[in-house]
């Protein structure tokens, strides 16, 4: 290591105590070693099969641990699930469709509680998450310090009032950084924009047009670009993000990703068509800590069919169970096995014949009738794709299908207009990098939101991103130490361990 990045992590060490000592919390690098000593590394492993798996989820899983402690502290509270007397953080408008990443921080809970149970809290988990996310995507790496204890509420109207907007200015969110004991360098480096708007950030991930559309198109109600942007970089943002579109997604620096379409080939198989991968792992993860060994994930499948057709007012049937797994998984038998939707019905009989299943099987059991992404035609939905032939150009006619509703077929059109066959847009940045090119955007106006442009209305957050640039170690390490201190706000109203994050239990 060199001598400059050993002092520096020396220095961040020893100013973590000051943090802690701040903060009034026990916390501590060996809090679990002599509990649960294997904690740190099962995080670690587990966010870096995640990320690898879908590089996407880094910043999503980094900026959990954010939106949790500027609302209550760092209680885990943002992982509740509303109940019946209880509106929770999930459902505030900042949170609700912007943060995701629940059903991997489920999963580490979950071996966890499988390795020690009753032991790590979920607001560590968070903690460690963050920084093994970043680490996994060529952030800076950070000791983090144990011992949070998780919270047993979670407010939905505490949010708005407590994280960062991105029209706030400088002395706004200055404002907001002093109130849970950071200040405006804190603010600077660890701040939710470089963690992104939804899925990402402005040191990795995008965020929504809608976020920056004012500035491209209506500058303080006036109808114009902001003139502080480049003119390059805005012709280039509304080529991406048209004024007729304001849905759409962007990246937020240089290095971000790359957009192609990727997303539409993966839409023609199963990339895209089905979900509930993570949900079926959890299961699993379940049944392996009752039951190590012993039910296939075959049988899974089979009784989780069973049991959420019954759930949401289907039929049930008794689930004959005892099969093996196979070893083996090809890609290129998909699309010659599964019925398509644009089969006859000669041609959908014929499939369902090569799996043992006659035409009445067919009728009732069709993987039409359980949809084509989330649902389908019995529950759920179905992509605007789907049909699209039939709206636009019946059998290369261009025309309508003459034999739909033509009411029905012009509400269609309204939902799944002719320039977006597809009904919305691929959304996750692949290609991630964490480094300081965002800043390097602000410092040549390309940033996107007006809290980008505010960084820079201030001679210290010119300092900062100025320095952020030239010297991209310090920024690695400013980095590591915002998101210490980040992690020693303490809860505002401690609970006790949850054993599963999504849900408040019993004390124990």
Known sequence: MAPTSLRSVVLLVLAVAVVVSDAQLQ?????????????????????????????????????LHFHDCFVRGCDGSVLLNSTETMLSEKEALLNKGSLRGFEQIDEIKMELECACPGVVSCADILALVARDATAKVGGTSWPVFLGRIDGGASFADEVNSSLPERTDNFTQLVARFARVGLDARD??????????????????????????????????????TDPAMDPEFAAMLKVQCPQTKPFGFMALDATNGTFDSAYYLDLLTNKGSLRGFEQIDE??????????????????????????????GGTSWPVFLGRIDGGASFADEVNSSLPERTDNFTQLVARFAR?????????????????????????????????????????????TDPAMDPEFAAMLKVQCPQTKPFGFMALDATNGTFDSAYYLDLLTNKGLLESDVALLSDPLGVEYAIRAVQDPMAFLNEFGWAMIKMGAIPALEPYGWRRHCAFVEPKY
């Not at 679990?32 to 910043?59: E, H, M, W």
């Not at 990402?200 to 559309?213: D, N």
């Not at 500035?215 to 109600?221: E, H, S, V």
């Not at 059991?365 to 019946?394: K, M, P, T, W």
């Open 27 to 63: 916390l501590s690098e060996t809090f679990y070693d002599a509990t649960c000593p294997q904690a740190a590394s099962i995080v670690q492993q587990k966010v870096n099969a995640f990320v690898d798996a879908n590089r996407g989820l880094a910043a999503a899983l980094m900026r």
């Open 187 to 224: 603010m600077s480096f660890c701040a939710d924009e470089h963690i992104g708007n939804d899925a990402g950030g402005h040191s990795i991930g995008q965020v929504h047009c809608g976020a920056f559309f004012e500035r491209l198109y209506n500058f303080q109600g006036l109808n114009i």
């Open 355 to 399: 799996v043992g299943l006659d035409a009445r099987d067919m009728s009732f059991c069709a993987d039409e009738h359980i949809g084509n992404d989330a649902g389908g035609h019995s529950i759920g939905q179905v992509h605007c794709g789907a049909f699209f032939e039939r709206l636009y150009n019946f059998q290369g006619l261009n025309i």
């Open 283 to 312: 299961i699993k993860m379940e049944l392996e800590c009752a039951c190590p060994g012993v039910v296939s994930c075959a049988d899974i499948l089979a009784l989780v069919a069973r049991d959420a057709t019954a759930k949401v």
